[in-house]
């Protein structure tokens, strides 16, 4: 495995390995993904064993441009007004962190899906991820590049420690800039609905195609990992984006009040809360306190959740406790990673 800056060479070098039916993990402005090329099944399937990934859980399809959206979808089984709502999405929010589940093109393998005539698409915003896609031939499947269920890597070296061997190349193109994966929405059924609160803002959805249905919701308990129990969508799994110490997550009036404990490790939302909970206390006591950011804001606190939570898994603490971040925008999504990885 070789860890390699993006560039034009390393770029061309790490689509080769795609073209030959390899794997390698690459920068995308929600999270590094590990990429295969989606036509090749067999390429696909070294995806799901490095990840360690259930076979019932189906791959993000990741293009260049628009213009090859009909290489993964086949835009003939929809209708007028799935189009207009297709075309305002991606027109307002591609390229960007929104992933939309549509009839799969019959050239997609079924391994991709996960059996499922519906796939979901997205098209990066990261510049080396387009251009990689672009040389790699147009269609790369990749989900993050970490093993499954474990904390989303955001940095080439998360991909090196969770993965490392596994992969042959990873693509270094610094930290991730949304920190958080794609919103997956399902476009697929009558009414559109929201699989996984993500980069894009359901508020923000809504403003421009009307109301969604909320699917996200936790629905399944962490040792239901058996063939989609259910599940809309499975990225509902309840033990989704963990880190190995314990965490528990706290509202900001419940995390405030705390009593202070030995080998916990605090993580606040913002400085204020932290500053609250610690006039409780004598001011001189050394406290393990964390912060996602200090002005509390939400969009920088996304950017830096999965980095924190895996420092924080780092110290050998024996429990986080974890603020939750107002539940609006960028909050729902924070919030949800918060509670998958809780236990
Ligand atoms: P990841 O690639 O790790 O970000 O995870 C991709 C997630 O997208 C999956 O876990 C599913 O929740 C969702 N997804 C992908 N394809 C479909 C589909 N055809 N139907 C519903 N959800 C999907
Ligand atoms: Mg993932």
Known sequence: MEILPVSDESLKKAAQVLQN????????????GLGADAYNADALVKVFEAKGRPRFDPLIIHICNIGTLDKVIDLSQLSEETKRKLYLLTGNFWPGPLSLVLPKNENIPAIATAGLNTTAVRLPANKAAQKLIKLAGGVVAAPSANPFG????????????????????????????????????????????LLRHGGIPKEKIEKLIGAVIDASAITAAPEEKSPNGGLASPGQLKSHYAPRTPLTVFAKEEIQNLPHKENTAYLFFDNASREQFKSNFESDNQYNLWVLSSSGNISEAAACLFETLHKLDALGVQRIFAQLAPQKGLGSAINDRLMRASR
Not at 182 to 188: G, I, K, R
């Open 21 to 32: 039916g390899g794997i390698i993990a690459f920068p995308t402005e929600t999270v590094y």
């Open 150 to 193: 474990a904390l989303s890597p955001t940095t080439a070296h998360h991909v090196k420690d969770g993965l490392g061997d596994k992969v042959d190349i990873i693509l270094d193109g610094g930290a991730a800039l949304v920190g958080i994966e794609s919103t997956v929405l399902d476009l697929s059924c009558e009414q559109v609905r």
